[in-house]
């Protein structure tokens, strides 16, 4: 059952990537509120990071390059699980998750605050 959780999450994980070179989004909060969510600008930062202009991703979302590591290392880390047939990875992310969620929300808020302070650097 691990094995196909692990593969599952690999797979979105790779399209989720594959979506964002080439498909263009645009954000439903920001569409609908007129307020930057903290992911706004994400798209254009990956994009950026795929092209190393790390820098511009930055201004895109400070968040951008941290998430895009960690995607990276999941896909990694989600392979090596798969051809060790040892499924712990999940967990491990899990419990990283649970240990240190404010940071996360310390994150995430301060993510939505720049981008509404700066928005006209998200253009």
């Known amino acids: 059952m691990n094995r196909f959780k692990n593969i599952g999450v690999l797979f979105m994980l790779t399209l989720f990537l594959i979506f964002v070179k080439f498909i263009p989004v645009t954000c439903l909060i920001k569409t609908v509120t007129g307020i930057y969510c903290p992911a706004c600008g994400m798209t254009r930062a990956f994009n950026h990071i795929m092209h190393f202009e790390f820098i511009d991703a930055f201004f895109q979302n400070i968040l951008s390059i941290p998430l895009f590591i ?21 967990p491990k992310l899990l419990n990283f998750f649970e240990k240190y969620y404010i940071f996360i929300i310390i994150l995430i808020v301060t993510s939505f605050i720049y981008n509404n302070l700066f928005s006209s650097l998200l253009i």
């Open 70 to 90: 960690l995607i990276v290392v999941s896909i990694i880390m989600l392979l090596i699980d798969f051809i060790k047939n040892k499924f712990d990875y999940i």
